[in-house]
């Protein structure tokens, strides 16, 4: 009877302690949801805009707090968090440079949207170009017209083509699809010289001292125009695109490899078996360059790429769909429209509850140490190098995404106490600029910091 006594004493003080537990967890939870409801629903900076947010604890995705956060919201380059996981899911390290075929003497190469030949930020990682130095014989660049992708996505601004962040898309991309320019350092006599890539670009700039621009170029042409401001030291290094045809490729790699027979040709890729695959590292130092510097072009040629190496064509709308309907479909994030790779097309449509759970996707299946090398971290570097500063210690990484009227953040949060939390933010409709909202986002994340 007294073990019946002493059993019933013991249950009776655990569930005190327990109901105590619960008692303080929820008062807990009871005032963060207050505070967020007064920093976020009510925020006056906000209350112009359409704002989104949701908050999740890593242990157990567990949903901590969320306002409109299944609504959508043009994403900007956020999406290419969900670029970063398709990428991670159907190429991991790996991924195809091109598709060949050696007959008769000769070698027959096709194109799976391999971006880093001949890339003047990525010559040591180029493992093509030996590649192509080592063939014998003429090589045949083949770009059946069927399986080129199209040079811009859909819902893009066409005439942002000559500024540097907009690159047309290829199955066959040479120097990054990219004009690039810097200044030498200055030499004994304090003179410095200007070099770049591709070299017949970059030697026939035209200088006309009426233009205001410090470079243009007219679209469809690669003839560029440079202003008196041009050589100022603060405009590189300088990157702007391209407009590329097969005949232009096929002449720049030409060129680049002087001791090579180069031809076009359009013959479709041969039937599975009757052609080889030459596959190459895939550094994360190209997912690096993706999420700390939003690298548009990389976005874009990575899920043809995804294309290439799943179905055997550079089609983007193929590998999009795939995503949406098996990918996504197994994490259950509901619909979507994933229109594009970089986030620069308006037709994309994503809720900040999925950006939120792609970052939870992430932290589980890449690993948190290799995503915070990945990721803007705040104060540190990449497109967060000035934003979330304002505590002793880096707690906020990030991916960042804009355009004119869109201001988004979605990533991983330390608090003080050592917590995980995957977050998104998601603004748009914005009039005034970015700089209100960064600071209140840093405000909110900052006491998330502090008191979670």
């Known amino acids: 009877m007294r073990e019946n ?54 242990a157990g995705d567990t949903l901590l707090y969320e306002y409109n956060a299944e609504r959508y919201f043009v994403p900007a380059s956020n999406l290419k968090l969900l670029t970063f996981y398709v990428s991670h899911r159907i190429l991991g390290n790996r991924m195809p440079a091109v598709y060949y075929r050696r007959t008769e003497g000769r070698t027959d190469v096709w194109g799976t949207g391999y971006p880093l030949l001949l890339h003047p930020e990525f010559g040591d990682y180029d493992e093509l170009h030996p590649w192509l130095t080592a063939q014998r014989g003429p090589l045949i660049l083949h770009f059946p017209a069927a399986y080129e992708p199209p040079r811009y996505g859909a819902g893009w601004s066409w005439d942002d083509f000559s500024y540097g962040y907009v690159y047309e898309r290829s199955s066959f991309p040479v120097y990054g699809n990219r004009l690039y320019l810097n200044l030498t350092p200055l030499d004994a006599f304090g003179e410095r ?35 008196t401001s041009f050589y100022h030291p603060d405009n590189f290094p300088l990157q702007r695109a391209l407009s590329l045809t097969p005949a232009y490729t096929t002449d720049l790699v030409g060129q680049a490899f002087p001791q090579q027979i180069v031809r076009m040709g359009d013959r479709p890729l041969p039937p599975r078996g009757e052609y080889e695959r030459l596959d190459v590292s895939l550094p994360d130092t190209v997912y690096r360059k993706l999420l700390l510097d939003s690298d548009n072009y990389l976005a874009e040629q990575l899920l043809i790429q995804c294309a290439a190496a799943r179905y055997g064509v550079s089609d983007e709308e193929r ?98 106490t050592g917590r995980w939390l995957a977050f998104s933010f998601m603004h748009n409709n914005v009039v005034s600029g970015s700089t209100a909202y960064y600071r209140e986002m840093e405000r909110i994340l900052g006491w998330t910091y502090d008191h979670l």
């Open 193 to 227: 010289e200007l070099y770049g890539s591709p070299p017949e670009v970059a030697t026939t700039l035209v200088q006309d001292s009426r233009q205001d621009r410090s470079i243009t170029r007219r679209e469809g042409s690669n003839q560029f125009t440079v202003g």
């Open 5 to 58: 006594y002493l059993l019933s004493f013991f249950a009776i003080r655990w569930l005190s302690v327990l109901c105590c537990t619960c008692a303080l967890s929820a008062v807990s939870y009871g005032q963060s949801a207050t505070t967020f409801r007064q920093l976020i629903d009510l925020n006056p900076v906000f209350a112009n805009a359409h704002t989104g947010f949701t908050l999740y604890d890593v």
């Open 319 to 416: 590998i999009l769909d795939f995503a949406t309907d098996t990918l996504f479909a197994e994490l259950d994030l509901g619909r979507m429209r994933y229109a594009d790779g970089s986030g620069l097309s308006r037709y994309s449509l994503v809720q900040p509850r999925q950006l939120a759970r792609i970052i939870l996707a992430l932290h589980r299946e890449v690993g948190r140490e290799r995503l915070l090398t990945l990721l803007p971290a705040g104060g540190l570097n990449g497109t967060l190098k000035r934003r979330f500063d304002n505590r002793p210690e880096t707690y906020v990484w990030a991916k960042t995404g804009s355009l004119s009227g869109v201001v988004c953040v979605s990533g991983l949060v330390r608090t003080r």
